[in-house]
């Protein structure tokens, strides 16, 4: 070997280890981003959307009304957490943010930017000069945002979630609005058809409506320790976990199933799409009795919000195919 010349060291093999380490925690990253970053509740409002359009019967809507469900269900629900903070605080949402503020912030922009760009294509797409618009669908359409709005209240204005007992109904309220109600008074303004929905569309709102508030009280009782401590009353603070479980969420659950098979008996619904739809009741039974022991705030993100999911999937098959 001449002189001054030393022998090649091999490159260091990474370890499989290391690349499984490596994957699992870019993983990890994506699923925090997707939960914490309210991107799910998004995919959750084009899919109830979807449902509910079918469900009576109506045609699906301009691609650009998805678009703005799902950029302002993320947009709305990420508005408390846009922050300016640097100390963290030891909670694992909260700290996502404050660690992603320029992500965040970006977030924001591009959302509000697709909810004002494709509602502008939208009206210009349903519109027309000739089209009138009733005092009923005037009336609809101003309600949901005028409560979606009072949600979160005003500086100094009333703030509905201080009534502990009433947000959960709220959120339901809002969530009915979004994917039962506006495709429908869309629909109806474009093609010059007055009033707003019908016997069935009413009672697709009222299941919606239960159906996301009763998982927003469960939901609550991931807070049941820090909202007693600030003495906000919600039901699982009024009433306490076991009695909210099998007093409230199991039998309001069970009253919505007899009601939703009485309704499928009466319009004649085959085998299959009543046991299709039967399904996100059995998991919300499931879920509700998981709920005794302590869970983790992915758990609550990803399976107990994931219901309405499984409820968008399980209605959309049985209404296309049975």
């Not at 039901?235 to 076991?242: A, E, F, N, S, Y």
Request: one cysteine or more.
């Amino acid at each position: 070997m001449p002189k001054g010349c030393s022998p090649k060291r091999p490159k260091p093999k990474v370890k499989p280890r290391a690349k499984a380490d490596s994957g699992f925690m870019r993983f990890r990253a994506f699923v925090h981003a997707f939960f914490y970053g309210n991107y799910f509740y998004g995919l959750c409002a084009v899919g109830l959307s979807v449902e509910a359009i079918l469900q009576q019967r109506y045609p699906l809507l301009h691609w650009s009304y998805f678009v703005v469900a799902y950029a302002l269900t993320v947009w709305y629900y990420t508005l408390p957490y846009v922050t300016n903070r640097t100390q963290l605080t030891g909670q694992p949402r909260t700290d996502w943010y404050i660690m992603h503020q320029r992500w965040v912030k970006t977030s924001q922009y591009l959302m509000g930017t697709l909810v004002v760009g494709c509602g502008i294509w939208l009206l210009f797409h349903y519109y027309r000069p000739e089209s009138h618009i009733d005092m009923v669908q005037w009336l609809l359409l101003i309600l949901v945002p005028i409560v979606s709005l009072l949600y979160y209240g005003f500086r100094s204005g009333f703030n509905i979630r201080r009534i502990g007992w009433l947000k959960p109904f709220v959120i339901g309220f809002s969530w009915a609005g979004l994917t039962t109600l506006y495709p429908v008074i869309l629909y109806k303004i474009a093609h010059g058809q007055p009033g707003g929905l019908d016997i069935v569309g009413w009672l697709l709102f009222l299941k919606n409506l239960l159906f996301v508030t009763m998982l927003c009280i469960m939901f609550d009782i991931k807070d049941f320790a820090t909202d007693a401590r600030n003495q906000l009353r919600t039901i699982i603070v009024q009433t306490g976990l076991r009695k909210t479980i099998y007093y409230i969420l199991i039998p309001v659950s069970i009253a919505g199933l007899l009601a939703f098979w009485a309704f499928g008996l009466w319009r004649h619904f085959s085998p299959m799409k009543l046991v299709l739809n039967t399904i996100p009741f059995l998991a919300l039974f499931a879920v509700a009795d998981a709920l005794r022991q302590r869970r983790s705030l992915l758990f609550y993100l990803v399976v107990v919000d994931g219901l309405m999911l499984l409820k968008a999937v399980c209605g959309t098959i049985a209404i296309t195919y049975f």
